[in-house]
């Protein structure tokens, strides 16, 4: 049964007009896809919904090709419009999480990348996504509130500290991500509606966690705990 279900996968793949012409024809490619479709239910899931993944990991050649720290980064940039709404940026995060978990899961299973690689990689895209994620949210914020600056007048700073398995660059597949957030000093934002630094912050922790987590249609970027900050749930967010 299952391996008939993998022949069907295929060929339902190699009949998609997203893949016309994409798709290698070799025995060693099919060998790997059919491994891919068998062994992971998830991939197998991403790749029939999102067949074009598929056609772009292949015309960038990335199956093949290892990643360094600062590539997703730069990827996860290019691949958003200008200046994305909400609901855009939200698509966005999910789709190319979902397209990066596929080549890291061909990587791992056609032997191509070693474990440490593996983690690395997984560790390294979820690092993407939260600076992404942190950069539009903090725009969107300051547009509303103003700057936080100390009492001073000097900008106050705003930190995430990845925990857990994130924190030792061990992420698995599975894996919530841990995160802490703190921020530098007390004071007050510089816009017309002036806000409190610690409730600013507070907003835009709140506002990651939710753009992260959030279950759309297209699924969710990660599940975010933040209980391990001092005094778990009953202490400040920042």
Request: charge should be negative.
């Amino acid at each position: 049964a299952l391996r008939e279900g993998v022949v069907t996968l295929c060929a339902e793949l190699s009949a998609d007009p997203a893949l016309a012409g994409a798709l290698p024809d070799d025995a060693r490619f099919r060998a790997q896809l059919v491994r891919v479709l068998a062994t992971s239910p998830y991939a197998a899931d991403i790749l029939l919904r999102y067949p074009a993944m598929l056609a772009e990991l292949l015309a960038s050649e990335r199956l093949q090709q290892g990643t360094t720290p600062g590539d997703y980064l730069a990827l996860l940039r290019a691949s958003l419009p200008p200046e994305p709404d909400e609901e855009e940026l939200q698509r966005r995060l999910r789709l190319f999480r979902h397209r990066e978990l596929v080549r890291i899961i061909w990587r791992d299973l056609s032997g191509a990348a070693e474990v440490t690689e593996t983690l690395r990689d997984l560790s390294n895209l979820a690092d993407a996504c939260i600076n992404v994620a942190l950069a539009w949210a903090q725009a969107t914020l300051q547009a509303r509130y103003g700057t936080p600056q100390t009492e001073e007048g000097a900008p106050c700073g705003f930190g995430v500290l990845a925990m857990g398995k994130l924190g030792g660059h061990e992420l698995n597949f599975s894996s919530d991500i841990d995160l802490v957030f703190v921020h530098s000093d007390a004071g007050e934002t510089t816009g017309p509606r002036s806000i409190s630094n610690e409730e600013f912050f507070r907003f835009l922790a709140q506002r990651l966690i939710d753009l992260l987590s959030r279950n759309t249609a297209e699924g969710f970027v990660y599940r975010v705990d933040a209980r391990l900050r001092p005094f778990g749930s009953a202490g400040p967010l920042s």
